[in-house]
């Protein structure tokens, strides 16, 4: 399929980017007319928004979806099983530490994933390296430590807290999902079949098709979501998570709620949480930090696009359950 053909095919997202584009480019034009006067100017914050998180997200995904078509053309299912430790258990940590060699965040990681188990990864294995690889790599890591200068153990508390949490997570994967399929059938017979006229020609070639794919079938559900973050951030009434920002028990859930309902990328999302810090306890900015990167609106729909939705709704009430204790556990012992 060509990409005029995939650019007419897949137009959810095409059309609601260019929807905002418009609005971006004459905003200033519209609100000069009597009917948009009355329009508040909250929903002009909306189009803002959006592109912000268009913008700042695109070279990741460009980024992603690369890696993703290169795992496709060039990684073998015989490479992934050398590469490995045999032993599920073991098999977590390098999944862990993955994310320090591939500086990949939440926007670009699931696509990636969904390609190294179609490849032959464990599902728990993937599971780990996509919730630990958008907080453990170099690029957050300077970006956290630069927004908490004055408090620079919050850099090193993140990383921990999001290592810890992602192999909880991996285990407990493991033992719900042993020897299942987490990945949509319909999802996984598309990619396996489409390009198979091409495993003659040039690699280079078919990985820029596997890319062109990859970029359209996950843009959509980046446009969508960040459509609907874009609308929590333009009417969310902050004065009300205020109220409860010091509170031990309460703060790091609302912290992580509001993380998700952002949908900051993990590249910067400290800046963000650095502006709460006067007002939030320690534990709950680090619940931010760590829950955010792992799901938010964005990878939600791309999770539901690529992985069945048994498997995604068990990941939604999971991860927040184990982030949520374990900042609890660290700012109990440690804060």
Known sequence: MTFINKLLKDTTGFLLFCFFIFLFLFAEVLKNFSFFNRIPNSFFNINTIFLSIILEAIPFILLGVF??????????ENMIRKVLPRNAYLALIPAALLGIIFPICECAI??????????????????????????????????????????PYIANA????????????????YR??????????TQAGHHEHHHHHHTNRNKLLETLYH????????????FIGAFLASLFQAFLDRNVLLSIGTSTTFAPGVMMGLAYLLSVCSSADAF???????TFTEGSILAFLVFGPMIDIKNT??????????????????????????????QLFFL
């Open 211 to 222: 890319a062109s794919d990859e970029l359209f079938d996950t843009g959509k559900y980046l």
């Open 67 to 76: 890696v993703s078509a290169i795992i496709q053309s060039f990684v073998s």
């Open 158 to 173: 993140r990383m921990f807290i999001g290592f810890i949490s992602s192999i909880i997570i991996g285990l407990i994967v």
């Open 110 to 151: 699931v696509p990636v994933v969904r390609r190294l188990i179609k490849k032959g990864m464990p599902s728990h294995v993937g599971v780990v390296f996509m919730l630990s690889a958008p907080i453990l790599n170099p690029v957050v890591y300077a970006s956290t430590y630069f927004a908490f200068k004055s408090t």
């Open 301 to 330: 729909l791309m999770l539901f696009g690529y992985f069945k939705k048994k498997f995604v709704l068990f990941l939604l009430v999971v991860t927040p359950l184990v982030v949520y204790f374990s900042v609890y556990l660290f």
């Open 272 to 278: 963000v949480a650095s502006s709460f810090g006067s």
């Open 176 to 185: 719900r999902f042993k020897g299942e399929n987490i990945l949509k059938s």
